[in-house]
Nanobody, 123 residues
Framework: QLQASGGGLVQPGGSLRLSCAASGRTFSSATVGWFRQAPGNKREFVAAIRWTGGSISLGSSVKGRFTISRDNAKNMVYLQMNSLKPEDTAVYYC??????????????????WGQGTLVTVSS
């Protein structure tokens, strides 16, 4: 019900846009978030957006470089990643908090997860 796509190999300083396709009524008012996990690291909050109202939160390590947006008509959420750094290399996951009462930053607050998409930033 959540499908992430758009990962790949990009050089430092480059850009990528990740997409998260949501299907099902469960997500009609959900908060959708992006998390990432590098080998040996904990899952890290990247960004989230409320479906209703559009409130946004960004992780401190990506502020000023990443943006999150949504297209309600298409049930899509996007993560635009600019000025990518090698330390951004990770598997990126989209997730949904079906309650949608706020913008959550902890993985445990999300009840639906998509499969990950690998982003590799390397020259």
């Amino acid at each position: 019900q959540l499908q992430a796509s758009g990962g790949g190999l990009v050089q430092p300083g480059g850009s990528l846009r990740l997409s998260c396709a949501a299907s099902g009524r469960t997500f009609s008012s959900a908060t959708v978030g992006w998390f990432r996990q590098a080998p040996g690291n904990k899952r890290e909050f990247v960004a989230a957006i409320r479906w209703t109202g559009g409130s946004i939160s960004l992780g401190s390590s990506v502020k000023g470089r990443f943006t999150i947006s949504r297209d309600n008509a298409k049930n899509m959420v996007y993560l635009q990643m600019n000025s990518l750094k090698p330390e951004d290399t990770a598997v990126y996951y989209c997730a949904a908090d079906s309650a949608g009462l706020g913008v959550r930053v902890r993985p445990g607050e999300y009840d639906y997860w998509g499969q990950g998409t690998l982003v590799t930033v390397s020259s």
